[in-house]
């Protein structure tokens, strides 16, 4: 019992940062837009908030930098998926492979002069610890869902709400008209271009934040390349939920339970079967399925895993 309570309670942790941007691309998706950018926007809100919270010591100030840090990176695939109409798949790409190089360069050259200016390796001495709820934090195994940090707690507000926006209100079913049939949103008086920037820099916030989880509450440090393919597993994630808010927090539950799991069984002395090389490739070769999935899904136009119908798909005004 003790054992699925601490194997629940790291992958509590680890699913905290995913589940953040899989929200986030979930409503980006929802508009139209798809962003495969996610993994150097994750990476690029982890540096900036370890970096900010390693020279303030101030971590809700790092947080904010790293959410400013995502909505700025989404804004650059914005205007050139948007605006400039470009191909989202090529604007998306280029924004992980700009990110990943751009982190990696900055995380060997913001650090103190005493480690050769270099982050790499470096701790905070605070981070974002667990906060235990007294009574509720003894259940056994359920426990761990109440001593986790204030950044697993907000989801927990943060999800239903997400859910609720998307599908009770007038503002969720913009989007989801946005991103259905873009023509008919325009017809409606919905300013198409405007929704999908909003929701696309929105999108970016939350990888942000998802990267400082990591950076400021996980794995409080920085190493290159520390997300670890996080960002891919993202796009799967918001496939495997539906394009559902509500249906995010099984995937990333999933997933994290699945990653946690190895590591868990390694503390516990267990030896393991699984090559750490194919653990390496695991979030590209489930990114390769569920893309498969979604492209046969779409070509059917039916089931759970039918994306929106104007997705990736520029559209202007002026559009016959």
Not at 14 to 20: A, H, Q, R
Not at 290 to 318: C, E, H, Q, W, Y
Request: some cysteine.
């Amino acid at each position: 019992m003790d054992f699925i309570t601490k194997l629940l309670a790291v992958t509590i942790a680890m699913g905290t940062s995913l589940t953040y941007a899989t929200l986030g691309e979930i409503y980006t998706q929802k508009s139209g837009v798809l962003n495969l950018g996610m993994e150097g926007i994750m990476l690029m809100g982890a540096l900036s908030g370890f970096a900010t919270a390693f020279y303030t010591a101030n971590l809700a100030f790092a947080l904010v930098v790293a959410i400013l840090t995502g909505g700025l990176f989404s804004l650059i695939h914005a205007f050139l998926s948007v605006t400039m109409r470009a191909n989202q798949v090529v604007s998306g790409l280029s924004i992980t492979l700009f990110g990943t190089g751009l982190a990696n360069f900055l995380g060997q050259r913001l650090g103190p002069e005493s480690n050769n200016f270099n982050l790499v390796g470096m701790n905070l001495s605070s981070k974002f610890d667990n906060i235990a709820i007294p009574g509720l934090e003894s259940i056994p195994v359920l426990g761990a869902f109440f001593d986790v940090s204030i950044l697993t707690y907000a989801l927990y507000i943060i999800i239903p709400f997400s859910w609720f926006f998307m599908y009770k209100t007038r503002f969720g079913l913009a989007i989801r008209a946005v991103g259905e049939s873009p023509k008919t949103a325009t017809a409606m008086g919905l300013n198409v271009s405007a929704i999908r920037y909003l929701y696309t820099v929105i999108g970016g916030m939350m990888a942000g934040l998802g990267g400082a989880c990591l950076s400021l509450s996980f794995t409080p440090s920085w190493n290159d390349g520390m997300t670890g393919g996080k960002g891919w597993i993202v796009i799967a994630l918001v496939i495997f939920a539906g394009w559902n808010p509500g249906k995010a927090v099984i995937g990333t539950l999933v997933f994290g339970g699945i990653t946690s799991l190895q590591f868990s069984l390694q503390a516990a002395g267990v030896k393991m079967v699984i090559p750490t090389q194919f653990l390496a490739i695991a979030p590209y070769l489930i990114t390769f399925f569920t893309l498969s999935v979604m492209t046969i899904a779409n070509n059917n136009r039916k089931g759970a895993f039918a994306a929106p119908s104007a997705l990736a798909v520029p559209f202007a005004i002026d559009d016959k």
